[in-house]
């Protein structure tokens, strides 16, 4: 669960850094607007293949995401 909410956190960090909107999100990736709000508010973990579609977009590496190299001090 803590994964979850790590990921969820730095989902929503990298959004607001990069100032999109979830719509801008979804038309860039072609993901839906109820599929990000699970990823960014709900803690659903995303897989490989959308991680893939969302780190370009939001102008992260997968490894950030995922805390890869940082302690999870959230």
Avoid: H
């Amino acid at each position: 669960e803590l994964l979850f909410t790590a990921i969820n956190y730095r989902l929503w960090e990298a959004r607001l850094e990069r100032g999109k909107s979830f719509r801008q999100i979804a038309e860039e990736t072609g993901l839906s607007l109820n599929l990000l709000n699970a990823y960014m508010n709900k803690g659903v973990m995303p897989g490989a293949d959308k991680l893939a579609l969302l780190c370009p977009c939001l102008g992260v590496s997968a490894d950030r995401l995922l805390g890869v190299g940082e302690s999870d001090d959230l």
